[in-house]
């Protein structure tokens, strides 16, 4: 995958410049598709939305009289074939490159550490406990800890990588000014972490507050982040409709972009508890897919095209070969155990 600027990636179609990173059908293939691919789910799971027993998010199907669970399915599925290589993507262009090891050693190996982090944090209440007795209930404020933390850490790493296709578009297509550029960030980062917190404040997440003073104030913050997401969104669509007025060219992948990403992440969170309770498949399948693209583009450029004098080494092999890449991705999930949602 390269980098070029010809035909309809430096077009314009009308007043509206369409410039891709790499090309059109590329730029679908991991920018896009992967997306409308969760408004698939999306709409599967609303099609079944009958499946379930009254509020349980769990999707349900049978097949020779056996019944399945597909979100048990899909869990054990998204680490080895979804999560774990896109880990995989980035020990292919580090670890794997003997000039970086060279020049990076240090930080390649702390970096290890942060594997420690989780198992540290959720084992703290058990360290507690073997000096000073601890309710039993306690022991698991370490697990909650982390699993709050990670799941708000994969959201902000998510909303970063976001932006930052966004800025991409932006200065591919030629857009400067920082005022506009302040308008796309606030409208984008309001669209992404709104409907996150609606999740979590919803009715369905914490049913045993029903009626008190937490579940009145959820509630509220429910209600508001519809009416925030909303109102963002209008605004948003008038600014673009006040461009186009004033006759200024509009950004075409930037657009389709931001129109693709921020109603999935209201859907997905905001709507309805059995599409929250698949979030991760739905939003971050399409992360990894362009995490994917971003690392293959540039190993693609640094090793497979690399000039024949260069010593060649293992990463040369693996970007030189895309079942290379895929089988070894896959491999290094399965021999590192990655599990759901890991």
């Not at 399409?286 to 995490?291: D, I, K, S, T």
């Not at 497979?304 to 070969?321: C, D, V, Y």
Request: net charge neutral; aromatic share 16%.
């Amino acid at each position: 995958m390269t980098t070029s600027t010809t035909g309809m990636q430096t077009g314009e179609t009308g007043r509206v410049r369409w410039s891709w990173l790499w090309s059109q059908r590329q730029d679908f293939a991991f920018n896009l598709l992967p997306f409308f691919l969760g408004y698939v789910l999306l709409g599967a799971l609303f099609l079944t939305r009958q499946g379930g027993e009254g509020t349980d998010p769990q999707w349900t199907a049978s097949f020779g009289g056996k019944t399945f669970d597909i979100m048990v399915i899909a869990a054990m599925l998204f680490g080895p074939l979804v999560d774990g290589p896109h880990i995989w993507a980035t020990i292919a262009r580090t670890y794997t490159d003997t000039k970086e090891w060279a020049a990076r050693r240090m930080l390649f190996l702390t970096s290890l550490l942060a594997f420690a982090v989780g198992p540290v944090i959720i084992l703290i209440p058990y360290l507690i406990n073997m000096v000073v007795p601890l309710p039993r209930a306690t022991l698991d404020w370490g697990w909650i800890a982390w699993t709050l933390g990670f799941s708000l850490y994969v959201m902000h790493h998510i909303n970063q990588q976001h932006w930052g296709f966004v800025s991409l578009y932006k200065r591919k297509n030629g857009e400067t000014d920082a005022r506009e550029r302040r308008v796309d960030q606030v409208y984008f980062m309001t669209a992404l972490w709104v409907p996150y917190l609606a999740m979590i404040t919803a009715p369905w997440s914490d049913p045993g507050h029903a009626g008190t003073g937490i579940s009145l104030a959820s509630e509220f913050v429910f209600d508001a982040c519809h009416v925030v997401f909303v109102a963002a969104t209008i605004a948003y669509v008038y600014h673009q409709i006040q461009l186009w007025r004033r006759g200024e060219t509009l950004n075409g992948p930037k657009l389709l972009y931001m129109a693709t990403i921020a109603p999935l992440y209201y859907l997905t969170f905001a709507i309805d508890a059995r599409f929250a309770a698949f979030w991760v498949f739905i939003t971050a399948t399409g992360h990894c897919a362009q995490y994917h693209g971003v690392v293959w583009a540039y190993g693609e450029k640094r090793y497979a095209q690399a000039p024949e004098t260069e010593k060649r080494g293992l990463p040369h092999l693996i970007f030189s070969n895309a079942w290379l890449y895929i089988v070894l991705g896959v491999v290094f999930a399965l021999v590192t155990l990655q599990g759901p949602g890991a």
